[in-house]
């Protein structure tokens, strides 16, 4: 079943963008990367996956995932709620200074600096 996940996680024309996790794939008629859970990125999934892949021993896709997250949340001028998926922008709607994203965030960077993946 992991196996299967990564494919579908790791394909490019369903979840694997500029900046993964899509909150829906790119090929499904409804993905709307400015609406929200219709398609943006957020940290606290993409969190879960890295922590996810890293406990099924995918930790080279686990790291990949963690340092594209990050590219993504240090691309901007601040901490959104949500990413497009596909040029890292936030949405219109998306909130800015956002609580768990920013938490997520500094483990992430502290973890990384650590050695460890999560």
């Known amino acids: 079943m992991a196996r299967r996940l ?10 694997w963008t500029d900046y993964p996790i899509p909150t829906v794939a790119k090929c499904d008629p409804k993905y709307n990367p400015n609406q929200m859970w219709r398609g943006p990125t957020w940290i606290n999934i993409n969190y879960i996956f890295i922590e996810a892949l890293a406990m099924n021993g995918y930790i080279h896709l686990a790291r990949e995932l963690r340092d594209r ?50």
């Open 6 to 15: 990564v494919e579908h996680l790791t394909d490019h024309q369903e979840f």
């Open 69 to 118: 997250t990050l590219k993504l949340v240090m691309g901007q001028n601040d901490i959104y709620e949500y990413y497009h998926p596909e040029t890292g922008e936030h949405p219109p709607k998306a909130a800015p200074i956002f609580g768990w994203s920013a938490a997520l965030f500094i483990d992430l960077v502290i973890n990384r600096a650590q050695g460890k993946i999560i």
